[in-house]
């Protein structure tokens, strides 16, 4: 969790090169986290590698839980259209 929370901190401070190094130690020890997943889709989009982010998406949806809480359940559903849109 603390890897996550540091690569939605350097999302957010614009080091997106931090961010990818954090995220890949996030799914390096959580392979099915679905924030990393989805947040590493939304790197990957806006470096414009539209390929690996709809499969991050679509993983990230993949490991989703259903019954996820309403902040939660629309960024899940983000990724979702993201996925329709980049496909």
Do not use: M
């Not at 350097?10 to 986290?33: F, M, N, S, Y």
């Amino acid at each position: 969790a603390a890897w996550f929370g540091a690569a939605v901190a350097h999302v957010r401070l614009g080091d997106e090169g931090a961010a990818t190094i954090a995220l890949q130690k996030t799914l390096t020890l959580a392979p099915r986290h679905f924030g990393a997943l989805i947040l590493s889709g939304d790197v990957f989009s806006r470096r414009g590698d539209l390929r690996a982010a709809a499969a991050f998406y679509a993983s990230g949806v993949r490991f989703a839980p259903q019954d996820a809480p309403p902040p939660v359940a629309r960024e899940i559903a983000r990724a979702e259209q993201n996925c329709v849109r980049i496909a």
